[in-house]
């Protein structure tokens, strides 16, 4: 009985040290319909300075503040707010991408005011809570996300940041570093093509020597 209970005691004191303390220390820079939108800064365990982006309407967090997390990368999503214990369903990874590539917006310098970080923050609200209202872009942001291609961006860059307390209330959840367009590799076809026109041009030249 005392080796099961010090068994337990163990896990779940190793469980607790797996987690980190994220620090939220700036307010977003934007305020849109009411509400602050984009990013915020904080760091993780009192390391380097980094922004995250709320992608929950429905929960409160105040900043600065504290508090444990659990992080998770796309696309195991391990302790996701949005998404089911155990492997994610197609559609709740589909989530976490398409608000990875609307943080890559976000960093556009054509996007840096409050109406496109607002759209596109309340974009992002509205995949996970589709009940978020609509006050102005956010519905054409959300179909630009729904038209892209998830094999063609790379979603190593970023975090999810997920309160360990899930009893309400508990703090919302963020999302770290942004997707990445992925270069299209030139098709081998027109490299074989360029290969041989530059050997016949070498040769007619040669001939013509």
Known sequence: MKKGLFATVFLLAASFAAADTLNL????????????????????????????????????????????VNVSAIPSLTYAMYAQPGPPTAGQLANYEMAAMLLWQMNQPGNQNSDAIGGLNFAIWNIFNPSVPDPGTSASWVTWAQGQNPANWDFSNVGIYTDVNTVDPHNQEFLG??????PEPVPTVLVGMGLFTLGWVFRWRRQRE
């Open 25 to 68: 220390t700036n307010l977003p820079g934007f305020i849109y319909s009411g509400y602050y939108v984009g990013p915020a800064t904080g760091n993780l365990n009192g390391g380097l300075s980094f922004t995250l982006v709320c992608n929950d309407f429905v929960d409160t967090t105040y900043i600065p503040s504290s508090f444990e």
């Open 177 to 182: 570093g942004a997707a990445a367009p992925v």
